[in-house]
């Protein structure tokens, strides 16, 4: 499959839009990852409540605040992205094994991870290649 230049080009309304749903993404992750770093009281207590030991929190906060900061540079986006995939599955399954809500708490990161793939879907055309929605968005 040949890729058209300009298949990779994006508008600039397309990728500000993208931008600023990856900033949102970033800043919400990024709160996640400071409450885990500083150990404020309700991540304690709600990591504890998830089986994990409080020894864990600070070393998770990191890995997600690794994922967050490749996930922010454009050069390692995609690869930000795949990790931040990861870690937001980490966290469905966790909350599906507490029996959590189904659509409020479960499946709460996977809606994260929609909104993590479609900002960079947005705004970088390297992805358009890989994943044809131009017929749906276009």
Do not use: H
């Not at 709600?46 to 030991?53: C, K, N």
């Amino acid at each position: 499959m040949a890729v058209e230049i300009r298949d990779l080009i994006v508008s600039k309304k397309q990728m500000w839009t993208g931008r600023i749903i990856s900033g949102v993404v970033c800043l919400l992750l990024l709160m996640d990852s400071a409450g885990k770093l500083m150990k404020a009281a309700a991540v304690v207590q709600g990591t504890t409540q998830a089986g994990f030991p409080v020894s864990e929190i600070v070393p998770i906060g990191v890995i997600l605040l690794v994922c967050v900061v490749l996930y922010a540079v454009p050069q390692t986006a995609v690869l930000g992205a795949i990790l931040l995939t990861g870690y937001l599955g980490g966290a469905v399954v966790t909350n599906y094994r507490l029996s959590m809500p189904l659509l409020a708490y479960t499946l709460a990161p996977v809606y994260v991870g929609i909104l993590v793939w479609f900002g960079l879907y947005l705004r970088d055309g390297r992805l358009r290649p890989l994943v044809p929605l131009r017929k749906i968005i276009s």
